[in-house]
């Protein structure tokens, strides 16, 4: 069974900075696309940014964009999210996401449990 | 940016019942629409992908239609680990978009 185990998540204070990982397993990650989506509480679900399998294509969503940085390491399984100048809005669970195999559609099949970030003074 | 819209917001339903859940997409997305399951505390689950295909190990009262730019998730003889939010997200373009989510809950 896919296993997302992401970790990082915490308090911190706006404008601050904050790093969370996936650690991916029982399942060979490099050859999957990866997303960050995160969820505000009490709210409902928003993308924020996608990394191809080889790190070659990135997107990201537009409320994040220059602020929040993703990467991965094949050779250690595993995705970040690099968050910089935190706003109280981007208080929310983050979850990492893996993206479907390589076809005609694409979704997300495989959720890791998701880490809560705070940004609070 | 492709804004997706659900109806009901809410809805409450009794076990046994058949509900329908509707997904609307502006513009078009042709079959680029997937259904997740999100009960409280826990990670969304894709429940149907491409709007009509059915995930590995979902059962089979879970079912997804498409008319045009309307879609429909149904769920057929409600039981009680289906009261939950359910959303719709499509993965037509970037950046993807999820609808704004439908809680089923006990009536």
């Known amino acids: 069974e896919v296993l997302l185990v992401e970790s990082g998540g915490g308090l911190v204070p706006p404008g601050g900075s904050l790093g969370l990982s996936c650690a991916a397993s029982q399942f060979t990650f490099s050859n999957y696309e990866m997303n960050w989506v995160r969820q505000a509480p009490g709210k409902g679900l928003e993308w924020l940014s996608y990394i191809s399998s080889g790190s070659r294509t990135i997107y990201y969503a537009d409320s994040v964009k220059g602020r929040f940085t993703i990467s991965r390491d094949n050779a250690k399984n595993s995705l970040y999210l690099q968050m910089y100048s935190l706003r109280v809005e981007d208080t929310a669970v983050y979850y990492c996401?893996?993206?479907?195999?390589?076809?005609?559609?694409?979704?997300?099949?495989?959720w890791g449990q998701g880490t809560l970030v705070t940004v609070s003074s | 940016d492709i804004l997706m819209t659900q109806s009901p917001s809410s809805l409450s339903a009794s076990v046994g019942d058949t509900v329908s859940i509707t997904c609307r997409a502006s513009?078009?997305?042709?079959?680029?629409l997937n259904w997740y399951q999100q009960k409280p505390n826990k990670a969304p689950q894709l429940l149907i992908h491409s709007a009509s295909t059915l995930q590995s190990g979902v059962p089979s009262r879970f079912s997804g239609n498409e008319s045009e730019t309307n879609f429909t998730l149904t769920i057929r003889s409600l039981q009680p680990e289906d009261f939950a939010t359910y959303y719709c997200q499509q993965s037509y373009n970037i950046p993807f978009t999820f609808g704004p989510g439908t809680k089923v809950d006990l009536k």
């Open positions: 996401v893996r993206g479907s195999p390589i076809g005609a559609s694409y979704y997300f099949d495989s």
């Open positions: 513009p078009t997305i042709s079959t680029y």
